[in-house]
């Protein structure tokens, strides 16, 4: 996951776009939501060292909750005076189920609300419950395996996403995503 992101970063970083327009912020889950760093321009970003549990609680809808009071707070939308900011794109990564269904459930309704440029949901490894994350997007992404290699090729998909997003800045529409790599199988 370190890498991924490590790798993530860095990648945004050479495109001349991005370094204009993203901002990235991290959300973890598990027992609790906790935010690891609010929404930040991309040059400033700093990745802490993410460390995840073996096993355990999966918060989804705690982490969702936190999202939507920090984009209600941080994103900046159009008025007749002002322009605003760019439609987020929102990647969610988990490797189990929502404990917290009805948090969950209440939270993607939410998420839908507020006006994604696009949702990706990364459902990783086997325990990753598929049907259950498909209310929060219609994109779902599944890696059978949780190996660096893995988590490596999904963050360079987000970044090309990311990527995409920033010069295709202002659309109305969902933000096309690229093609994943092999590694990335993509849930329809």
Known sequence: MNVGLQALVSALR???YALESVHISIITFDL????LFPLTPLD???IPEISVPK???TFLGSALELLVAR???DVQRSTPD???DWRPI???MTDGTPNDTQAYHEMTVEVKKRGFGNVVVCAAGPKAKIDVLKELADNIVHLETTDSASFTSFFKWVSASVSIGSSSAGVIEPTVLP???PEVQVVL
């Open 82 to 84: 002002q322009k605003g």
């Open 32 to 35: 609790e939501a906790k935010e």
């Open 71 to 73: 984009v209600d707070k």
């Open 14 to 16: 050479q495109d001349p």
């Open 44 to 46: 400033e970003v700093q």
């Open 179 to 181: 093609p994943p790599p």
């Open 55 to 57: 096993s355990g609680a």
């Open 90 to 92: 929102l990647f969610v």
